[in-house]
């Protein structure tokens, strides 16, 4: 079945550094959705690409999907301690989501 | 309006007891998604609905777990002889139409089995 991997597993970064999640699927996906969840949290919906090639932007956080639709990225601009929490990429597959194992980021201040 | 709730918000329950989990999606959301997420880990699916049917149940760890909705609202996740391993948070979602539109999850219910 489908598969969508997302690494680092986990991330640890200075405030004000950058850092970025990787997903790729193992099929061509019609879109690609993003969702954070804060520590002790659900996970909460952030956007959903659909074009090859899209880029979006959410003041810090730059979304990108690849031009074939099997990876994209989600790249935040200088952390800060409130970007703490797993961040799920999820891509349909079959008559559901397929949810990426999550990249756990962590900000030192 | 009204989010997804999920209740109890916490049950521990003892080794070989049957339980029940309750979710109330967003009213008018014809699907709704049962996840199970253990500590530190990713989202576990358990099973999908599409209204009052269930087309996906392939999440379903054992027969000893079973799922209904009615009324294309509520659904209640049972546990039957819950097992050490049954510890998690169970997740549900909702979205408007199916797997392509944003899903709305719930606070989620934290199991203990002692």
């Known amino acids: 079945g489908q598969q969508v991997m997302q690494i680092p597993q986990y991330q640890h970064v200075q405030e004000g550094e950058d850092f970025t999640t990787y997903c790729n699927s193992s099929?061509?996906?019609?879109?690609i959705q993003w969702y954070k969840q804060r520590p002790g949290g659900h996970p909460v919906f952030l956007i959903q690409?659909?074009?090859?090639?899209e880029v979006k932007k959410q003041k810090r956080l730059t979304f990108q999907f690849g031009e074939a639709k099997k990876n994209s990225s989600l790249h935040i601009t200088a952390t800060q301690t409130t970007d703490v929490g797993t961040y799920f990429c999820a891509g349909p597959g079959g008559n559901k989501l397929v949810f990426g194992a999550g990249t756990i980021l962590r900000v030192k201040s | 309006g009204a989010g997804v709730s999920q209740s109890p918000s916490n049950k521990v329950t003892e080794k070989g007891k049957d339980v029940e989990l309750r979710c109330d999606p967003i009213?008018?959301?014809?699907?709704l998604y049962w996840y199970r997420q253990s500590l530190g880990q990713g989202l576990e699916f358990l099973i999908y609905f599409q209204g009052n049917s269930a087309p996906d149940k392939s999440g379903l760890p054992s027969d000893r777990f079973s799922a209904e909705r009615t009324g294309g609202s509520v659904s209640t996740l049972t546990i039957q002889r819950t097992q050490q391993e049954d510890s998690a948070v169970y997740l549900c979602a909702s979205s408007l139409l199916h797997q392509f539109n944003e899903q709305f999850f719930g606070p989620g219910t934290r199991l203990t089995v002692l």
């Open positions: 009213s008018g959301h014809t699907a």
């Open positions: 690409l659909v074009k090859s090639g």
């Open positions: 099929t061509t996906l019609s879109n």
